[in-house]
């Protein structure tokens, strides 16, 4: 204590002889420490120490307050922080760091949360995401289908990725462009969506936008690589209806799995009851069996040489006759058959009874002829590793 005592005087001393040295520009020398100093700046600076020196609390306040009113106090950056942390989602140093970049100003602040989000975001966008969820949407008539994806099952689970998965698939089965006026199923384009309109109502991604603008947002906020895969839409003859069945599902209109089909009646006047009901039942069957084809017709030629050379050189091991083993690969194409054909499939839900006999019996409660027009059976991430290999299509099961 002693020595800062002894110390204090030779420092005021030493700091007034520089600032008096910058009062004195005028007089035509000056000292590295006065360089670049305006005269009425020096002599506020001399002022302050000549009169404020004797009480180096009140100095100190003086200087404090001029610090702190360029930022609101403390407990207002908390609830600023708090306030962006609600409106995005984005990490608390990300939030802290772009308050204090704007000065603290909350609009501004969001503003560059965004851009930066966006920046991000195109960077991961080659990233591969094989996770994410199926959204459905669906009327009377149709249903639609789309697979947006990302990189881990925990950004799926997130209640903002989901909204905007429901939300896509609304906007498909409304889209004019792929509304057909005819039965079956239609893929939809992810680029055509992508350029739609989209008007959200969420807290933290509400608003007008594109769906490829409410993408980029989303991936900025989960920090991942989102992106709209794919998309399908199936319609019902009338008269005739869809049903839909989505498996692993978090919400209504979610899931891992979907199965669709549509059934179509002669007699527009039947009951649609129990064909919602048996429908529903079919598209359960349809996620759980896997089938390909609808009908062993519409075997494709090349699944169906494919499979024959498999099982002639399984019955050719045994050492048996050309006739046996003709006789043995046909046995085992019923098999097949069986396996992959739906109409050939047993019920899951009764497997005495084949889903030929489940429609003879369906047509018989509805008075009218009843038939499978379309199915298909979509999965998330199918054919991801092998799309990336190959550029191919992924396969997916259905029925023309």
Known sequence: MACFRSAKHPFRIFFYNRL???????????????????????????????????????????????????????????????????????????VKLALVD????????????????????????????????????QNESKAAVIELNCETDFVSRNEIFQYLALALAKQALVAENVSQPVSGLFPVDPEYLEGLKLNLDHPKIG?????????????????????LRRGFLLSASSPGVVSTYLHTSPQSGLGRIAGLLSLEVEDGSSSFDPLKRVGSELAMHIVAQKPLFLTKELVSADALENEREILKSQAESTGKSPMA???MVEGRLRKYYEEVVLMEQKFVMNDTLNIKTILNNLSKEVGSPVKIGSFFRVEVGEGIRRVEASNTDEPVAQAA
Do not use: H
């Open 325 to 327: 083993i003709e006789k």
């Open 207 to 227: 608003g007008e936008t594109t769906v490829q603008n409410a993408i980029t947002e989303v991936a900025a906020i989960m920090g991942e690589n989102v992106k």
């Open 102 to 137: 704007c000065n603290w100003d909350l609009e501004a602040a969001l503003k560059e949360l965004r851009k930066r989000g966006k920046v991000l975001a195109s960077k991961k966008s080659s990233r591969t995401a094989t996770e994410g969820l199926l959204a459905l949407a």
């Open 20 to 94: 008096s040295a910058a009062a004195n520009i005028k007089n035509g020398y000056s000292t590295c420490a006065s360089k670049g100093t305006p005269v009425y700046q020096a002599r506020q600076i001399k002022d302050l120490f000549s009169f404020k020196y004797a009480n180096p609390k009140s100095s100190f306040a003086l200087i404090s307050r001029n610090f702190s009113d360029q930022a609101p106090a403390a407990t207002e950056q908390v609830n600023l922080i708090k306030q962006l942390r609600e409106r995005t989602s984005a990490p608390m140093k990300d």
